[in-house]
């Protein structure tokens, strides 16, 4: 599972421009979930190959009794229980605080591993910026820079090997690339390529959507008519639930979002809704279900979790809900209401459904179950390099000034989503709409419905 930073510290220490460094990476993505999360952001970012989340807390006043800081402190709290890890933000400039130690105090009873870092301490002398904050009983204070970004990757990295050292480096089709990555053939034989890995027979599947979308309905429709094999495995530190189910001869294990509990035979959602449990089980899963509610518009948090699916690159079916509920002229309506706001999932299928009534599930399972072989489909290096030989011969890439980019050949370099990874010279040349047409022709080829498709140029000068 991926790992969880939280950061958390007084108003104004620097905790979003400490956020905004961490997640910059070309793979971070900020979202909001406004009403639910208080100016709460989440971000994926990346040292490496190693991804983490982190969670901007927003403000913590521990004081404030009630209102809307004090609304924003329980925010926090959830925050920290949530994470895998606290990174504690103070001010060098302002010193410590009453309110640090309010903190300080506040994270020791969490039981969280704690970095205690010092932030705008550019131009001061070390020992002055940080002696003081070792009152806190924290450790060494990390003094940094987030406005400079001074320090900074020290801290992630401190944080990443040292704190949270059993969380794993992405393995995404890495053995793959790294040893066709310096290969010069043309054309590799196919006999000497290392073969991508067998598709895994059990399909970890994540049930996510906002609010009363009717998530724990569908797993219990799913559930309920068959037999749930396992239950309670134990997951990361936190509970995370992982349900075995098996349906129509496939093994299914259903990565729970809501804090499932079984209650005599239904099963129900204990906890409310979590961001962090819902971006953790996109991460871990090999295809998410996306629910939307066919009685209310698209609202920007669907537009938010939907954009969360694509740039983990999990393999994607949405199902509109509650289809029962509503008359033929909403029907129409949300149909032109999705497509429009939701045209950049154009690569997944979308079902009409009633969790409650069980209508369209066998057909959306059946779409899981296609969505998941396109994702771990096999992409030999003779049809990639002969589709994008074709695809050259139909309409070549546009030079670029002096530059014409020459495609040599294309292997497969990664699943779950799948990587085509194309080898040539000047490919820095081709714009992101010839990307985009050779997708689609990769797409048709393939028969790749239900994954996102992503394509690496490598040029070899
Ligand atoms: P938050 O309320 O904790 O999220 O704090 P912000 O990230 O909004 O930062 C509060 C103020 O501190 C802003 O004016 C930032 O520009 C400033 N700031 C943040 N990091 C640094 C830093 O490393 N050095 C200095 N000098 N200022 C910083
Ligand atoms: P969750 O918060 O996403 O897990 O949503 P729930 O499964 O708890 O469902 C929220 C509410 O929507 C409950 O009152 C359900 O009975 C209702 N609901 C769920 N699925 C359907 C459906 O297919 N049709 C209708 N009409 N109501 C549904």
Known sequence: ?????????????????????????????????????????????????????????????????????HAMAKQTLQAIDESDLVIFLTDARQGLTPHDHEIAEKLRKSGRPVILAVNKSEGMRLSGAISEFYELGLGEPIAISSAHGEGVKSLLDYALEEVLPDYNAAEEGADLEDSVATAEAVALPASTEPGPKPVPSTIKLAIVGRPNVGKSTLVNTLLGEERVIAFDMPGTTRDSIYIDFERAGKQYTLIDTAGLRRRGKVFEAIEKFSVVKTLQAIADANVVVLMLDASQDVSEQDAHIAGFVVESGRALVVGVNKWDGVDDYTRSRIKTDILRKMQFLDFAKFHFISALKGAGVAPLLKSVDAAHAAAFAKLSTPKLTRVMQAAVEHQAPPRKGIFRPKMRYAHQGGQNPPIVVIHGNALDAISDSYKRYLEGRFREAFQLQGTPLRIELRSTK
């Open 1 to 69: 599972m991926l790992p969880v930073i939280a950061l958390v510290g007084r108003p104004n220490v620097g905790k979003s421009t400490l956020f905004n460094r961490l997640t910059k990476s070309r793979d971070a993505l900020v979202a909001d979930f406004p009403g639910l999360t208080r100016d709460r952001h989440y971000g994926h970012g990346k040292v490496g190959p190693r991804p983490y989340l982190v969670v901007d807390t927003g403000g913590f006043e521990p004081v404030v009794k009630e209102g809307i800081l």
